[in-house]
């Protein structure tokens, strides 16, 4: 990606970031007796660079030492899970919303109420990054990075079809998809990707929840299978545009999030559901053939609906391990205010990662940072950023078999694409799976 910060800015900004560490913040006032033991602290292997130098600026600031280590995302939670049962030593570390419920129930990281320098920031964090956050009514962590769903549109493509604006439904977008498709500009207008992977539950999230659906309640009880609950609705809706309508290509179950990105940026379609981060490659004339008129729309409606979307987090977590020791807590604590709260006076590390990656951040008056709206205004438009965050929401099927009810759900979906299943059959085994492992 195209780098919005040059190196001597960011030189300048790391330096603020040692100098100003401790000034006028009172979380950062810290005991000199708790400066011996090293904090352990892992990390999966992204922007590591930055996390370096943050790592270094809190040294300078806070006179504590940190042993920095990284895996590779693909190996990290089973690498984390190993020393978690080996008992290695680890105080801090970043965790996917998705495992929360499995290593908060295992007992491997530890809620973080107690300490008022991390939950200071709630007032200012997104309410589903938050609730991502929480277990139990307990929370773990603070978010340092944050994103969603987003539907993107080709303004050329749409212009050229004679179409004035976005869609603002499912049924609306078949019917310009269809226009676009009989103008000749556009063989499959949808790009979506319905690959096998990681991404996988978002895509089906954004669907369910903009059809004012779900897949289970807040109990936990599925309501996938309920044809008033949205899911079939939205599972309906994908299935006539790849078999009756023929606007999203029957390949799409073998296409994923990255390769969804490719072809949509070469200019094969004129809509795309696509991380909303993406929206700075698509808008980049070094890696986009369509750069400059790529669009945010909100995500449509479905009849009964709303403009929902997914969203997702990752944040800093305390390890049990970690807690029980109140020295190393405390300290710990610093370490995760410093990534996920303020470094001094400012959000620095989520600016610094918003800068130099396009990431999302979860607070909620980084929208309105001179800064943020500056880069941003270079490839899109900040408000639709900020008016999308503002209706993301959690998965609401984090739970300690996700994963196994994971690949069901996705070979049910993938199932009813291929017209191996009818809509109907394919969520009463997703539910049935749920249902089945819920109970065992």
Same mark, same amino acid.
């Given at each position: 990606?195209?780098?919005?910060?040059?190196?001597?800015?960011?030189?300048?900004?790391?330096?603020?970031?040692?100098?100003?560490?401790?000034?006028?913040?009172?979380?950062?006032?810290?005991?000199?007796?708790?400066?011996?033991?090293?904090?352990?602290?892992?990390?999966?292997?992204?922007?590591?660079?930055?996390?370096?130098?943050?790592?270094?600026?809190?040294?300078?600031?806070?006179?504590?030492?940190?042993?920095?280590?990284?895996?590779?995302?693909?190996?990290?939670?089973?690498?984390?899970?190993?020393?978690?049962?080996?008992?290695?030593?680890?105080?801090?570390?970043?965790?996917?919303?998705?495992?929360?419920?499995?290593?908060?129930?295992?007992?491997?990281?530890?809620?973080?109420?107690?300490?008022?320098?991390?939950?200071?920031?709630?007032?200012?964090?997104?309410?589903?990054?938050?609730?991502?956050?929480?277990?139990?009514?307990?929370?773990?962590?603070?978010?340092?990075?944050?994103?969603?769903?987003?539907?993107?549109?080709?303004?050329?493509?749409?212009?050229?079809?004679?179409?004035?604006?976005?869609?603002?439904?499912?049924?609306?977008?078949?019917?310009?998809?269809?226009?676009?498709?009989?103008?000749?500009?556009?063989?499959?207008?949808?790009?979506?990707?319905?690959?096998?992977?990681?991404?996988?539950?978002?895509?089906?999230?954004?669907?369910?929840?903009?059809?004012?659906?779900?897949?289970?309640?807040?109990?936990?009880?599925?309501?996938?299978?309920?044809?008033?609950?949205?899911?079939?609705?939205?599972?309906?809706?994908?299935?006539?545009?790849?078999?009756?309508?023929?606007?999203?290509?029957?390949?799409?179950?073998?296409?994923?999030?990255?390769?969804?990105? /490719?072809?949509?940026?070469?200019?094969?379609?004129?809509?795309?559901?696509?991380?909303?981060?993406?929206?700075?490659?698509?808008?980049?004339?070094?890696?986009?053939?369509?750069?400059?008129?790529?669009?945010?729309?909100?995500?449509?409606?479905?009849?009964?609906?709303?403009?929902?979307?997914?969203?997702?987090?990752?944040?800093?977590?305390?390890?049990?391990?970690?807690?029980?020791?109140?020295?190393?807590?405390?300290?710990?604590?610093?370490?995760?205010?410093?990534?996920?709260? /303020?470094?001094?006076?400012?959000?620095?590390?989520?600016?610094?990662?918003?800068?130099?990656?396009?990431?999302?951040?979860?607070?909620?008056?980084?929208?309105?940072?001179?800064?943020?709206?500056?880069?941003?205004? @270079?490839?899109?438009?900040?408000?639709?950023?900020?008016?999308?965050?503002?209706?993301?929401?959690?998965?609401?099927?984090?739970?300690?078999?996700?994963?196994?009810?994971?690949?069901?759900?996705?070979?049910?979906?993938?199932?009813?694409?291929?017209? @191996?299943?009818?809509?109907?059959?394919?969520?009463?085994?997703?539910?049935?799976?749920?249902?089945?492992?819920?109970?065992?």
């Amino acid at each position: 990606m195209t780098d919005l910060l040059s190196d001597a800015t960011r030189r300048d900004f790391l330096k603020m970031s040692a100098a100003t560490g401790l000034a006028g913040t009172s979380a950062l006032t810290w005991d000199a007796q708790a400066q011996s033991a090293p904090l352990n602290f892992y990390t999966w292997s992204a922007a590591v660079d930055l996390v370096k130098s943050h790592v270094t600026a809190f040294e300078l600031s806070s006179k504590l030492k940190v042993n920095y280590n990284n895996a590779p995302w693909a190996q990290y939670r089973e690498a984390m899970v190993t020393k978690f049962v080996g008992k290695a030593p680890i105080d801090v570390l970043w965790v996917s919303d998705s495992w929360l419920p499995e290593w908060a129930e295992a007992g491997w990281i530890a809620p973080i109420d107690s300490f008022s320098n991390l939950t200071q920031y709630n007032a200012e964090t997104d309410e589903f990054c938050l609730e991502s956050m929480r277990y139990k009514g307990k929370q773990y962590g603070l978010t340092y990075y944050s994103d969603y769903m987003a539907f993107f549109y080709d303004d050329a493509v749409l212009k050229k079809a004679g179409i004035k604006a976005p869609p603002k439904s499912w049924d609306e977008l078949t019917a310009q998809c269809l226009q676009i498709k009989k103008a000749g500009l556009s063989e499959y207008p949808m790009m979506l990707s319905m690959a096998r992977e990681s991404w996988l539950i978002e895509f089906l999230s954004a669907l369910v929840f903009s059809n004012g659906g779900r897949f289970v309640d807040d109990s936990g009880v599925p309501v996938m299978a309920d044809p008033k609950k949205g899911a079939q609705q939205a599972l309906q809706w994908v299935v006539d545009a790849v078999t009756k309508h023929k606007i999203i290509s029957p390949a799409c179950v073998e296409t994923g999030e990255l390769n969804g990105l /490719k072809a949509f940026s070469s200019g094969n379609h004129a809509f795309a559901l696509l991380s909303r981060y993406r929206i700075r490659t698509l808008n980049d004339p070094k890696q986009s053939a369509i750069a400059g008129r790529v669009k945010q729309a909100l995500m449509p409606a479905g009849n009964g609906g709303s403009h929902a979307t997914v969203g997702w987090m990752r944040f800093h977590g305390m390890t049990a391990q970690a807690a029980a020791d109140k020295t190393k807590a405390a300290n710990a604590a610093k370490l995760i205010e410093w990534f996920g709260g /303020k470094a001094g006076s400012q959000y620095q590390f989520q600016k610094m990662l918003f800068s130099d990656l396009g990431s999302g951040f979860g607070v909620k008056g980084l929208f309105k940072d001179p800064d943020i709206q500056e880069s941003y205004k @270079k490839y899109a438009d900040i408000a639709m950023f900020e008016k999308q965050q503002l209706l993301a929401r959690k998965k609401d099927v984090i739970a300690r078999w996700f994963g196994e009810w994971d690949e069901v759900n996705s070979t049910a979906w993938q199932s009813a694409i291929l017209g @191996k299943s009818s809509v109907a059959a394919a969520l009463k085994k997703s539910s049935d799976t749920w249902n089945d492992l819920r109970k065992s």
